[in-house]
């Protein structure tokens, strides 16, 4: 069955790194997203990914966030300059038609 | 602004028991989702509502759009069943935009 995956499952980095997350979506699925969850917290949207653009974005997605679909299959969340807060855990989900979305497994990101 | 509440927070039922989990909203929405996280931290979805009911196996889940309102109900529960399950809503207009509740763990005790 298909999957969306995720790596790495788990980044460690120093505050001010810049860190790259990648998500490989289900290959006929068109729409992209991005969630986080802080430990102990709700899951949060970040953005959500369509036809090459973002198509929304939460106000948590600001200017030290982006998402790039480089080569037709990544799908990538970078973060420019790590802050402790944004230490979280980091899903990745698609869907083909903005119906039932693929959660990945998630990349817990640790920001020391 | 969109508030998903669910309750009860916690639930511990016995296996075999008819378990109900409550999810309301304060928007309009288009959809409504209901999603179960282990406790690896994996999320699978299991519905995606916009009126009426849906059915798969032991899950059933329910929506009242005119009181914002949506039941998911576990028949004949299995201690396999612990996890939290998370309702989470697309506001009218919010075109993908999930907004999420912050979900409720259950256990189930065999």
């Known amino acids: 069955e298909p999957e969306v995956t995720q790596t790495p499952s788990h980044q460690v980095t120093q505050m001010g790194q810049e860190v790259i997350l990648r998500c490989v979506p289900i290959s006929n699925h068109l729409y992209f997203y991005w969630y986080r969850q802080i430990l102990g917290q709700k899951v ?24 790039e679909r480089p080569d037709g299959s990544n799908f990538t969340l970078k973060i420019r300059s790590t802050k402790l807060e944004d230490s979280a855990m980091y899903f990745c989900a698609s869907s083909r038609d903005q119906s039932i979305e693929f959660f990945g497994p998630g990349t817990r990101l640790t920001v020391l | ?16 028991e ?23 931290g994996g999320i699978v979805s299991l519905f995606m ?40 809503v697309t506001a009218t207009g919010a075109n993908s935009k999930l907004t999420f509740g912050k979900g409720i763990t259950l256990s189930v005790r065999p």
């Open chain 1, 44 to 67: 949060e949207f970040l953005v959500s990914f369509y036809n090459n653009e973002i198509s929304e974005k939460s106000e948590i997605f600001d200017d030290q966030f982006s998402v």
């Open chain 2, 49 to 88: 509502l916009s009126s009426g009911k849906k059915k798969h196996g032991r899950l059933i889940a329910t929506i009242n759009i005119q009181e914002k309102h949506s039941s998911l109900h576990i028949t004949a529960s299995h201690p396999r069943d612990s996890a939290v399950y998370i309702c989470a």
């Open chain 2, 1 to 16: 602004k969109n508030e998903v509440e669910q309750s009860p927070q916690n639930l511990t039922a016995q296996e075999g």
């Open chain 2, 18 to 40: 008819f378990i109900t989990i409550n999810c309301s909203y304060s928007v309009g929405i288009s959809a409504l989702h209901w999603l179960q996280q282990h406790p690896g």
